[in-house]
């Protein structure tokens, strides 16, 4: 008999260190470091499949070509961005794969990449002084 996946994800998500939270009903939050800052992941169970989000950078850090080549190269992710530009990185994983084991691993992919996008975007332009 199969753990129901709800049960597995609720009682992972407690077991992490950091900040968590549970938001609804098979959905839960979680904030950790990446790259300096917060991120803040939302993990949620739809459709048959463990979905997992979270905002990377705001509008103007990445360029859109370089969010394509990274999803041709990290499975079960992908990055998109809003019709601002914000950029976001999201994440499925089937029901019938979820297991604490491979919960450490999806979500730990997910951190990676988030961080390693953040590096390799510039850092924010510094405002121009009043008046100039």
């Given at each position: ?69 990274w999803n041709r190269q990290i499975p079960f992710m ?55």
């Amino acid at each position: 008999m199969t753990a129901d996946p709800r049960t597995v994800v609720e009682a992972y998500i407690a077991g992490l260190d950091g900040e968590t939270r549970r938001v609804a009903f098979a959905e839960w939050g979680l904030t950790v470091d990446a790259a300096g800052w917060p991120l803040h992941v939302g993990v949620a169970i739809r459709d048959g499949v463990l979905r997992a989000q979270a905002q990377v950078v705001e509008a103007g850090r990445i360029e859109p070509h370089d969010l394509l080549r990274w999803n041709r190269q990290i499975p079960f992710m992908r990055f998109a961005h809003t019709r601002d530009g914000e950029v976001w990185i999201q994440g499925d994983l089937p029901l019938v794969a979820v297991s604490p084991a491979e919960l450490d691993r999806f979500l730990g992919l997910l951190v990676l990449s988030a961080t390693q996008a953040r590096q390799a975007a510039p850092d924010p332009a510094p405002a121009a002084p009043d008046g100039a």
